[in-house]
């Protein structure tokens, strides 16, 4: 069974340009999450999908992140304007089922550095 | 806010040796996990753990869940180089910002075996 596929792996930009990520979940995961990433951190969730809707983005920075999952698939991660403090790795998660109960499992995430 | 301390940060151990991880936490929650990860990997998932005085065991690691004490252990026995990595403890609990469970991680503890 393939894992969760994320690209690029590796994305360099200068600040103020705009980014995108783009994340495949498990095949028949409905709950998609984003997480961030610092350097000597743990993840930090950003938003998560049920299907097509976004029923938790109370940590994403709506300012200048936005995020869609259309037809509730494969989700894409946005950053206009970048910023040097955007510097992460992003990672993609996915679950079989709704809800808090179940096993997360991660891609291999994107590395963003922003000069 | 939920706050999830993991110590220590960073491990040495020589192969062979025991060692204990600790993960405390500071609100309630019955759900922990415990997940590795290998230098630009992603996360992949050791144990879930799901109520009070669980206990898994995978080869050479050991977890369990005091949920009174608010404390997770992962236990090392007799390490070997292979369990060279960094491991992360994420509680599943309510975030006060959205009303939703989510994972919170703690910032990881990086462990390295030595012959």
């Known amino acids: 069974e393939a894992g969760v596929v994320q690209s690029p792996r590796y994305k360099i930009i200068e600040k103020k340009q705009p980014v995108a990520f783009w994340c495949n979940p498990i095949?028949?995961?409905?709950?998609l999450y984003w997480y961030l990433q610092n350097l000597g951190q743990g993840p930090e969730l950003l938003i998560r999908?049920?299907?097509?809707?976004?029923?938790?983005d109370s940590q994403l920075p709506k300012d200048r992140f936005s995020a869609e999952r259309l037809k509730g698939v494969d989700s894409t991660l946005k950053i206009q304007p970048a910023e040097l403090g955007d510097s992460a790795v992003y990672l993609c998660?996915?679950?079989?089922?709704?809800?808090?109960?179940?096993?997360?499992?991660f891609g291999p995430g994107t590395r963003l550095l922003v000069l | 806010e939920l706050k999830v301390e993991q110590n220590p940060l960073f491990l040495s151990m020589q192969e062979g040796k025991n060692y204990t991880i600790y993960c405390n936490y500071s609100?309630?929650?019955?759900?922990l996990y415990w997940y590795r990860q290998d230098p630009g990997k992603s996360l992949e998932s050791l144990f879930v753990?799901?109520?009070?005085?669980a206990v898994k065991q995978e080869g050479r690691l050991m977890a369990s869940l005091d949920t009174k004490a608010r404390l997770s252990t992962l236990h090392i026995t007799a390490a070997v180089h292979d369990l060279s990595a960094t491991y992360f403890c994420?509680?599943?609990?309510?975030?006060?910002?959205?009303?939703?469970?989510?994972?919170?991680f703690g910032k990881g503890t990086k462990l390295s075996v030595i012959p």
């Open positions: 999908y049920e299907n097509e809707e976004a029923v938790d």
């Open positions: 998660a996915s679950s079989p089922l709704p809800g808090h109960q179940e096993t997360q499992y």
């Open positions: 095949s028949g995961h409905n709950t």
């Open positions: 609100t309630t929650s019955d759900r």
């Open positions: 753990l799901l109520s009070n005085g």
């Open positions: 994420a509680v599943d609990a309510v975030y006060s910002g959205a009303g939703s469970y989510q994972l919170t």
